[in-house]
């Protein structure tokens, strides 16, 4: 029997994540690829999972997720915003911000619908749109050329929502640059899916991760976007759990139904005594200074891997927000970012990820290679120690 993909998944192919890993086993290298922390996650989020479990919270949570978990979010936003939003109509509850980005998208998008969104981009972003439909219409980030931080052009986003698309897709802070978009960046944008009439679906999981004075501002804050805007996070990101897989949506009744009407098909519900566990860590975090604490945290393990990138002669890119850090190869006469990061797997024992997989055409993206420093500093002394035998052999 002949296997025939359809056409919406037969060019999706391997992700390089799958290979680098495999690459990182192989040579026991130490990973700085993938995007999630090799530390343990906060005792008391644990704990609270732990309690849910053996209270018998361990059947089906309503699609739109629990209420409680529903109430922490919509009080978080409060917090943060000003805003108060209504947590049974205006918070969805999701496996991941992954799936909650696939959901919007199918709920949002008909086919030849086009989907404007920054490369390099997070790896789902160009499978979400072509699993809707959609027509991705990228606009191109470029690397700092003169001591500032990545950038776009206002025209080629102009252009961009010329081609009246249905959907923007905004991440800030972003993945793979650790970009911040600036609040004349962000009035910018909302102007533009005002004039245009487009909704946007923006992508936030790394809010609480800014750095030097960067401040994160939600799209959908901004006049005239909470009624056109979804904003999408998650508690893996914030509290160190990625293996949990909640996600949350906010934004208005009628986009929330949107997403819902895919979301109820996709995963149905997420994880009971997982959405407790992170009400519970919502609610106490303000009162535990954790968010004050994972910024000191994450801000060590920057400095830690600048450090150890700066003495082995690569000079990582301004880094804003996430939890990555980024190479720009061509200062070393190196125009492969592929070959680069595969060749520092074999060399030096160092997973990196080359930034041109998060372009739509990786042929014409500047060879950038991406670091993560969601590790332990152990993790980062031991890449420190390999990275400098690579620049021994560089040397000679």
Same mark, same amino acid.
């Given at each position: 029997?002949?296997?025939?993909?359809?056409?919406? %998944?037969?060019?999706?192919? #391997?992700?390089?994540?799958?290979?680098?890993?495999?690459?990182?086993?192989?040579?026991?290298?130490?990973?700085?690829?993938?995007?999630?922390?090799?530390?343990?996650?906060?005792?008391?989020?644990?704990a609270?999972a732990?309690?849910?479990?053996?209270?018998?919270?361990?059947?089906?949570?309503?699609?739109?997720?629990?209420?409680?978990?529903?109430q922490?979010?919509?009080?978080q936003?409060?917090?943060?915003?000003?805003?108060? @939003?209504?947590?049974?109509?205006? %918070?969805?509850?999701?496996?991941?911000? #992954?799936?909650?980005?696939?959901?919007?998208?199918?709920?949002?998008?008909?086919?030849?619908?086009?989907?404007?969104?920054f490369?390099?981009?997070?790896?789902?972003?160009?499978?979400?749109? #072509?699993?809707?439909?959609?027509?991705? @219409?990228?606009?191109?980030?470029?690397?700092?050329?003169?001591?500032?931080?990545w950038?776009?052009?206002?025209?080629? /986003?102009r252009?961009?929502?010329?081609?009246?698309?249905?959907?923007?897709?905004?991440?800030?802070?972003?993945?793979?640059?650790?970009?911040?978009?600036?609040?004349?960046?962000?009035?910018?944008?909302?102007?533009?899916?005002?004039?245009?009439?487009?909704?946007?679906?923006?992508?936030?999981?790394?809010?609480?991760?800014?750095?030097?004075?960067?401040?994160?501002? *939600?799209?959908? #804050? /901004?006049?005239?976007?909470?009624?056109?805007?979804?904003?999408?996070?998650?508690?893996?990101?914030?509290?160190?759990?990625?293996?949990?897989?909640?996600?949350?949506? %906010?934004?208005?009744?009628?986009?929330?139904?949107?997403?819902?009407?895919?979301?109820?098909?996709?995963?149905?519900?997420?994880?009971?005594p997982?959405?407790?566990?992170?009400?519970?860590?919502?609610?106490?975090?303000?009162? +535990?200074?954790?968010?004050?604490?994972? *910024?000191?945290?994450?801000?060590?393990?920057?400095?830690?891997?600048?450090?150890?990138?700066?003495?082995?002669g690569?000079?990582?890119?301004?880094?804003?927000? *996430?939890?990555?850090? *980024? %190479?720009?190869?061509?200062?070393?006469?190196?125009?492969?970012?592929?070959?680069?990061?595969?060749?520092?797997?074999?060399?030096?024992?160092?997973?990196? @990820?080359?930034?041109?997989?998060?372009?739509?055409?990786?042929?014409?993206?500047?060879?950038?290679?991406?670091?993560?420093?969601?590790?332990?500093?152990?993790? @980062?002394?031991?890449?420190?120690?390999?990275?400098?035998?690579?620049?021994? +052999?560089?040397?000679?």
């Amino acid at each position: 029997m002949t296997t025939r993909l359809a056409r919406r %998944v037969a060019g999706f192919g #391997t992700s390089i994540f799958t290979e680098i890993t495999a690459l990182a086993i192989e040579h026991q290298a130490v990973n700085l690829g993938q995007g999630f922390p090799d530390f343990a996650g906060p005792d008391f989020v644990k704990a609270a999972a732990i309690a849910a479990i053996g209270d018998e919270h361990n059947q089906y949570a309503a699609a739109p997720g629990l209420p409680r978990l529903r109430q922490a979010v919509a009080a978080q936003w409060c917090r943060d915003t000003g805003r108060e @939003i209504d947590w049974v109509s205006e %918070v969805t509850i999701t496996s991941g911000a #992954t799936e909650a980005l696939c959901d919007a998208l199918l709920a949002l998008v008909d086919p030849g619908d086009g989907v404007v969104f920054f490369e390099p981009a997070y790896d789902a972003y160009l499978p979400d749109i #072509t699993l809707a439909g959609g027509n991705a @219409i990228p606009v191109r980030l470029h690397p700092p050329t003169d001591g500032g931080g990545w950038w776009f052009d206002a025209d080629e /986003l102009r252009a961009a929502f010329a081609r009246r698309p249905r959907v923007l897709l905004l991440n800030t802070p972003h993945n793979p640059t650790g970009k911040v978009f600036s609040p004349d960046e962000l009035s910018l944008i909302a102007g533009l899916c005002q004039e245009y009439d487009v909704t946007a679906v923006t992508d936030e999981v790394y809010d609480r991760l800014v750095f030097d004075g960067a401040r994160h501002t *939600s799209l959908a #804050t /901004l006049p005239g976007m909470w009624s056109r805007t979804l904003t999408v996070n998650s508690a893996g990101k914030t509290f160190s759990v990625t293996g949990w897989k909640i996600g949350y949506v %906010v934004g208005p009744a009628s986009l929330n139904h949107a997403l819902r009407q895919a979301h109820q098909w996709v995963t149905f519900a997420t994880a009971t005594p997982l959405q407790l566990a992170i009400a519970t860590a919502i609610d106490e975090a303000p009162a +535990r200074g954790y968010f004050e604490q994972l *910024s000191a945290e994450y801000t060590a393990r920057r400095a830690a891997l600048i450090s150890a990138l700066q003495a082995a002669g690569l000079a990582p890119l301004p880094c804003e927000g *996430s939890y990555f850090l *980024s %190479v720009d190869l061509r200062p070393l006469g190196i125009d492969d970012d592929r070959a680069f990061c595969r060749s520092l797997i074999h060399d030096c024992g160092v997973a990196a @990820i080359p930034a041109s997989v998060f372009y739509v055409d990786g042929a014409t993206a500047p060879p950038v290679a991406r670091f993560c420093f969601a590790k332990s500093l152990a993790t @980062i002394a031991q890449a420190r120690e390999r990275l400098g035998g690579w620049r021994v +052999r560089l040397q000679g």
